[in-house]
């Protein structure tokens, strides 16, 4: 029975009493067709159940109508907002999209970086381990086109899409120095994560425009950026000696601002009357948390937006394109998880 094996083009051919390239016009080229003819073929087309293999005729092509997005950590809210924003405007363009999770691993990255190319995705996007990766560069130079996504790219021949991470340091430690905190812990990494280097340089540079030494801000390193992570690094922040313990954090996500309220929480610390919090990309969950959280907020589908309208315009005129880098500035959001209580001042 017909159920039981795949319908071909030759089938469909036969069918309706035509040749294999009068089908394959009906499917490409209609117009080539006449509207009697074209009508019998989809009948057969209808009558068998054929199914037209798009993608293996675009390799057959040497490209596809697909491009691949590769992320540091799918489970973060960030990442799904941001892949969101990049599947909305592929879709309207006719595109399929390939979505990856390196899970921060450079050799899980370039795995998937291989998988791409051998599906022959016209493009991918990328959220890097390192930002200077020659697996990158080799795609770039076998036609495949790279856009770097929050992260800004260093190479003019690769366009990115990031927001000024510095710049968002800067803001939630002026804000916390701002409410009186002399004392703060910076609580991020990888320290090999260009995002996590970068928040915690505006963080210094707060602290220099301050006055203050830059070895005032006590940082503590975490091997992941992660919930399970943020509580780890609260249990190392209460215990410090209580006269040098930070009376702030800054986080470099959110995911560890929130293990951070947890692990505090769980030891009876008051947020924000003992130790103030501040966390960053403002992802839903911040503002629900037990104490709403102040995050510096990203524009995450935005960010997913303009990067895949980049690579949209290289895939699709890649002799008028003109590499960018686009780069948005983040906001400080405040909430009661940094708010300084009336009639209080920070030490």
Not at 69 to 78: E, T, Y
Not at 169 to 183: D, N, P, S, T, Y
Not at 272 to 296: M, N, Q
Request: aromatic share 4%.
């Amino acid at each position: 029975m017909r159920e039981t094996s795949v319908v071909s083009i030759r089938d469909v051919a036969s069918h309706a009493g035509v040749s294999m390239g009068t089908v394959s016009n009906v499917l490409n080229q209609p117009d080539l067709v006449s509207s009697a003819t074209r009508a019998r073929v989809l009948a057969a087309i209808d009558e068998l159940g054929f199914v037209p293999n798009h993608a293996a005729r675009q390799l057959r092509r040497g490209r596809s109508r697909t491009l691949g997005l590769v992320v540091l950590d799918v489970a973060n809210p960030f990442f799904t907002d941001l892949a969101k924003g990049v599947e909305d405007t592929i879709g309207t363009a006719g595109m399929a999209l390939i979505f990856c999770n390196s899970d921060g691993d450079q050799a899980r990255e370039d795995a998937y970086l291989d998988l791409l190319k051998e599906q022959r995705v016209q493009g991918v996007l990328i959220t890097p381990v390192d930002d200077a990766s020659a697996r990158l560069l080799r795609l770039r130079d076998r036609g495949i086109h790279v856009v770097l996504l929050d992260r800004r790219s260093r190479d003019p021949d690769l366009c990115s899409v990031s927001v000024d991470d510095r710049l968002g340091g800067e803001l939630a430690v002026r804000h916390l120095l701002e409410a009186g905190h002399r004392r703060i812990a910076f609580v991020g990494g990888p320290v090999g994560l260009g995002q996590v280097r970068d928040r915690h340089a505006g963080a210094v540079q707060a602290m220099t425009d301050a006055g203050l030494d830059h070895d005032s801000l006590l940082w503590l390193d975490t091997s992941a950026s992660t919930v399970s992570a943020g509580r780890d690094a609260a249990a190392r922040l209460l215990g410090a000696p209580g006269e040098n313990r930070a009376t702030a954090v800054f986080c470099a996500n959110d995911l560890l601002a929130l293990g951070v309220l947890q692990g505090l929480t769980q030891q009876r610390v008051r947020v924000p009357e003992d130790i103030a919090l501040v966390g960053y990309d403002d992802i839903d969950f911040a503002a629900a948390a037990a104490v709403p959280l102040t995050s510096v907020r990203q524009p995450r589908q935005r960010l997913g937006q303009t990067a895949a309208a980049l690579l949209l315009g290289e895939v699709n005129e890649p002799a008028e394109h003109r590499h960018r880098q686009v780069v948005f500035e983040p906001e400080l959001v405040v909430r009661e998880s940094s708010r300084r209580p009336a009639g209080r001042t920070a030490g």
